[in-house]
């Protein structure tokens, strides 16, 4: 038992009155107490841990508070006369609320909350300390809630519109029999800076060969690459004909962090002036064509060709320009020499003069083809070439049917000196003959020559059998030239020549998919068809797992695998989270910004839609915050209570096993260490 005397004395009391009574409380549920004889007002609580001074004297009552079984009372004393007191009941006072408020953000709201006192009928005052001034009413009347633990107020944005700290305290009206509760004190907050979202990406505004100017933006800041940032988005001591990247960004002020970088964007510094082109060559290709080209120039952004008739003159006329190394000059006269030299420019300048180079353009009529052959290759194609004619632009190739023809009809123009003639029929004999011309005439015929196509080949082809990942296929051919194979319109194998049957068996498919194949007379996708048929692989079927095998207050980390998965998914509820790719896999996947003390439900799908395949699924919750408390020695190593994994990752303690305890004790959350000594982690 604790004894408290208080010696109030009288002038403070009672004002002139005088006070020669004790006053005694026998035990914690009396509702009357005694007055007994003295010089001092005694109060003498059976089982009291605590006393508080005389907190209201108005209207000739005394309020004495004092703390009995866990509970404050306070003792109402009435003033009867001078020399008499009475004692009319004895009632509880408010609790003190615990005051919560958190770091706020320039120009945000932030949520003041408090522990709700089930006495407050008559709701709470609060008071704000700005700065660390004086203390001013925020709020006189805060009404208290019908219901919960917590009462919360949302203090707007505006009282977070300039830098400095802030401080709240709440208390309880007063109401009936309550006299006003004691301050529930914050912690001192100060105001952090408030974040900004990133610019757009700047754009090249201009350039010169040793500096870049992007485009601006109010507040903004500039950097390349990576370097440091400036205010300026002039960027010189810049090499020329060089591409650099550059980004912007919002620059830090008085009640803003500087906002993360742009994307970037790249800019190329101008080009010195060109060097003379090197390399000027030209060639006459026809009695009207003259082709010229040179060595590209670096830097160069094109070209201007000169040009003057004759031998030996000096090309002063502009006659066209290009961005390329070559031009091709036509509409020449034929047997006319022509001179040519080449500058090369760009945004800088242009060059000085290449040498002169000159060609003269043909004049004759071109030579008969000679040296003309063919050469059956299949059942459908004839190969037919020749020598090449000097001054030809190209060649016309005629022919007949039948042994012994004498060819008369175009078929083929080229400009080379062979071809390939298809879709022929087999077993047949074939006649040709060339004409070599250009633009001064053409050429008499060549000699005739003629082949005649092999027998048509034939050939079979059929599904056999499949697996996930492979198709096999049985195939047959006769008369066959490279008969080969196949996917689609894809080249897959060579099967041979003549004649030939056996099975082939394709892999490195998709499984569950439908192929086309086709057998060919040939090595290409355009040979003649002999067979064709198509088949689908075995169907994988996808699996997969979903854990979680641990959290905080504010993540989840689960654990997945999945086997014959395509786009595997991750979802909370109907939300998309991450592709966690295809075929298999596993691996740990943490989810974060979760709210505390939280359910929450994650699906894995195959695929990447909500309605896609669900492979597998978990709920799971986030971890709730932990009581007060402290540390007695040894175990005292840790300022607050954290769950087991933490005490192991971030702590260091190298444990072999490990307990978590449920409580709200000071050591309610225990793990053990090496030699099974305790560790206490306490919040």
Same mark, same amino acid.
């Given at each position: 038992?604790n004894?408290?005397?208080?010696?109030?004395?009288?002038?403070?009391?009672?004002?002139?009155?005088?006070?020669t009574h004790?006053?005694?409380?026998?035990?914690?549920?009396?509702?009357?107490?005694?007055?007994?004889n003295?010089?001092?007002?005694?109060?003498?609580?059976?089982?009291?841990?605590?006393?508080?001074?005389v907190?209201?004297?108005?209207?000739?009552?005394?309020?004495?508070?004092?703390?009995?079984?866990?509970?404050?009372?306070?003792?109402?004393?009435?003033?009867?006369?001078?020399?008499?007191?009475?004692?009319?009941?004895?009632?509880?006072?408010?609790?003190?609320?615990?005051?919560?408020?958190d770091?706020?953000t320039?120009?945000?709201?932030?949520?003041?909350?408090?522990?709700?006192?089930?006495?407050?009928?008559?709701?709470?005052?609060?008071?704000?300390?700005r700065?660390?001034?004086?203390?001013?009413?925020?709020?006189?009347?805060?009404?208290?809630?019908?219901?919960?633990?917590?009462?919360s107020?949302?203090?707007?944005?505006?009282?977070?519109?300039?830098?400095?700290?802030?401080?709240?305290?709440?208390?309880a009206?007063?109401?009936?029999?309550?006299?006003?509760?004691e301050?529930?004190?914050?912690?001192?907050?100060?105001?952090?800076?408030?974040?900004?979202?990133?610019?757009?990406?700047?754009?090249?505004?201009?350039?010169?060969?040793?500096?870049v100017?992007?485009?601006?933006?109010?507040?903004?800041?500039?950097?390349?690459?990576?370097?440091?940032?400036?205010?300026?988005?002039?960027?010189?001591?810049?090499?020329?004909?060089?591409?650099?990247?550059?980004?912007?960004?919002?620059?830090?002020?008085?009640?803003?962090?500087?906002?993360?970088?742009?994307?970037?964007?790249?800019?190329?510094?101008?080009?010195a002036?060109?060097?003379t082109?090197?390399?000027?060559?030209?060639?006459?290709?026809?009695t009207?064509?003259?082709?010229?080209?040179?060595?590209?120039? @670096? =830097?160069? +952004?094109?070209? %201007?060709?000169? /040009?003057?008739?004759?031998?030996?003159? $000096?090309? &002063?006329?502009?006659?066209? *320009?290009?961005?390329?190394?070559?031009?091709?000059n036509?509409?020449?006269?034929?047997?006319?020499?022509?001179?040519?030299?080449?500058?090369?420019?760009?945004?800088?300048?242009?060059?000085?003069?290449?040498?002169?180079?000159?060609?003269?353009?043909?004049?004759?009529?071109?030579?008969?083809?000679?040296?003309?052959?063919?050469?059956?290759?299949?059942?459908?194609?004839?190969?037919?070439?020749?020598?090449?004619?000097?001054?030809?632009?190209?060649?016309?190739?005629?022919?007949?049917?039948?042994?012994?023809?004498?060819?008369?009809?175009?078929?083929?123009?080229?400009?080379?000196?062979?071809?390939?003639?298809?879709?022929?029929? @087999? =077993?047949? +004999?074939?006649? %040709?003959?060339? /004409?070599?011309?250009?633009?001064?005439? $053409?050429? &008499?015929?060549?000699?005739? *020559?003629?082949?005649?196509?092999?027998?048509?080949?034939?050939?079979?082809?059929?599904?056999?059998?499949s697996?996930?990942?492979?198709?096999?296929?049985?195939?047959?051919?006769?008369?066959?030239?490279?008969?080969?194979?196949?996917?689609?319109?894809?080249?897959?194998?060579?099967?041979?020549?003549?004649?030939?049957?056996n099975?082939?068996?394709?892999?490195?498919?998709?499984?569950?998919?439908?192929?086309?194949?086709y057998?060919?007379?040939?090595?290409?996708s355009?040979?003649?068809?002999?067979?064709?048929?198509?088949?689908?692989?075995q169907?994988?079927t996808?699996?997969?797992?979903?854990?979680?095998?641990?959290?905080?207050?504010?993540?989840? +980390?689960?654990? %997945?695998?999945?086997?014959?998965?395509?786009?595997?998914?991750?979802?909370?509820?109907?939300?998309?989270?991450?592709?966690?790719?295809?075929?298999?896999?596993?691996?740990?996947?943490?989810?974060?910004?979760?709210?505390?003390?939280?359910?929450?439900?994650?699906?894995?799908?195959?695929?990447?839609?909500?309605?896609?395949?669900?492979?597998?699924?978990?709920?799971?919750?986030?971890?709730?915050?932990?009581?007060?408390?402290?540390?007695?020695?040894?175990y005292?190593?840790?300022?607050?209570?954290?769950?087991?994994?933490h005490?192991?990752?971030n702590l260091?303690?190298?444990?072999?096993?490990?307990?978590?305890?449920?409580?709200?004790?000071?050591?309610?959350?225990?793990?053990?260490?090496?030699?099974?000594?305790?560790?206490?982690?306490?919040?």
């Amino acid at each position: 038992m604790n004894h408290l005397k208080l010696y109030l004395i009288v002038f403070l009391l009672l004002s002139t009155f005088t006070v020669t009574h004790a006053l005694t409380t026998t035990n914690c549920d009396t509702e009357r107490c005694r007055i007994n004889n003295g010089d001092f007002l005694d109060i003498t609580v059976s089982d009291c841990e605590e006393c508080k001074k005389v907190t209201n004297n108005t209207g000739g009552h005394i309020f004495i508070p004092i703390k009995t079984c866990n509970e404050w009372r306070s003792f109402l004393i009435e003033r009867a006369n001078r020399d008499n007191i009475s004692v009319e009941s004895c009632v509880q006072i408010h609790a003190t609320p615990v005051v919560t408020f958190d770091t706020p953000t320039y120009g945000i709201n932030q949520t003041l909350s408090w522990t709700r006192i089930s006495t407050a009928s008559g709701g709470y005052r609060v008071e704000i300390q700005r700065d660390g001034g004086t203390w001013t009413v925020y709020n006189s009347n805060v009404s208290q809630p019908a219901s919960g633990t917590t009462v919360s107020l949302t203090i707007p944005s505006s009282e977070f519109n300039s830098m400095g700290t802030r401080r709240f305290r709440v208390r309880a009206n007063a109401v009936g029999p309550y006299p006003v509760g004691e301050w529930g004190l914050s912690p001192t907050r100060t105001i952090q800076k408030a974040n900004q979202s990133a610019p757009s990406a700047p754009t090249c505004s201009s350039s010169t060969q040793s500096s870049v100017t992007i485009s601006s933006c109010a507040g903004c800041e500039y950097r390349r690459a990576t370097g440091s940032a400036q205010s300026s988005n002039t960027f010189t001591g810049l090499s020329a004909d060089t591409a650099y990247t550059f980004s912007r960004r919002l620059a830090e002020t008085t009640t803003h962090n500087a906002s993360a970088w742009s994307s970037n964007v790249s800019c190329r510094t101008s080009a010195a002036v060109p060097t003379t082109p090197t390399g000027v060559t030209c060639s006459a290709v026809s009695t009207s064509q003259i082709n010229v080209s040179w060595n590209a120039v @670096s =830097g160069a +952004t094109g070209y %201007y060709i000169y /040009r003057c008739t004759g031998s030996g003159c $000096t090309p &002063s006329s502009h006659v066209h *320009t290009t961005s390329g190394t070559s031009w091709s000059n036509t509409g020449l006269s034929s047997g006319t020499t022509y001179g040519y030299r080449v500058r090369a420019y760009n945004a800088s300048g242009t060059s000085g003069y290449s040498s002169i180079t000159s060609c003269t353009t043909q004049s004759a009529v071109p030579a008969t083809p000679t040296g003309v052959t063919c050469s059956a290759v299949s059942s459908s194609q004839i190969n037919v070439s020749w020598n090449a004619v000097s001054g030809a632009t190209g060649y016309y190739i005629y022919r007949c049917t039948g042994s012994g023809c004498t060819p008369s009809s175009h078929v083929h123009t080229t400009s080379g000196t062979s071809w390939s003639d298809t879709s022929l029929s @087999s =077993g047949t +004999t074939y006649g %040709y003959r060339v /004409r070599a011309y250009n633009a001064s005439g $053409t050429s &008499s015929y060549s000699s005739i *020559t003629s082949c005649t196509t092999q027998s048509a080949a034939s050939g079979s082809l059929s599904f056999s059998s499949s697996t996930q990942n492979s198709i096999t296929l049985y195939y047959s051919y006769s008369n066959g030239t490279n008969v080969s194979l196949f996917v689609g319109n894809s080249y897959w194998a060579n099967l041979g020549s003549g004649n030939n049957w056996n099975y082939y068996t394709v892999s490195g498919l998709s499984s569950g998919s439908y192929y086309n194949f086709y057998l060919r007379n040939g090595t290409s996708s355009s040979s003649p068809l002999l067979a064709s048929t198509s088949g689908s692989t075995q169907a994988a079927t996808a699996s997969g797992s979903l854990s979680c095998p641990s959290s905080t207050q504010n993540s989840i +980390t689960l654990y %997945y695998s999945y086997s014959n998965g395509t786009n595997v998914s991750l979802f909370r509820d109907s939300s998309y989270l991450s592709n966690l790719g295809s075929g298999n896999n596993w691996n740990y996947y943490t989810v974060s910004g979760l709210s505390s003390g939280s359910y929450y439900n994650f699906y894995l799908r195959n695929g990447t839609s909500s309605s896609s395949p669900l492979l597998s699924s978990v709920s799971c919750n986030t971890q709730s915050g932990g009581g007060g408390g402290s540390c007695s020695p040894p175990y005292s190593h840790c300022s607050r209570r954290i769950d087991c994994n933490h005490c192991l990752t971030n702590l260091g303690i190298g444990c072999y096993t490990y307990t978590c305890c449920l409580g709200d004790g000071p050591s309610s959350y225990c793990i053990y260490g090496p030699n099974s000594a305790p560790c206490c982690c306490c919040k």
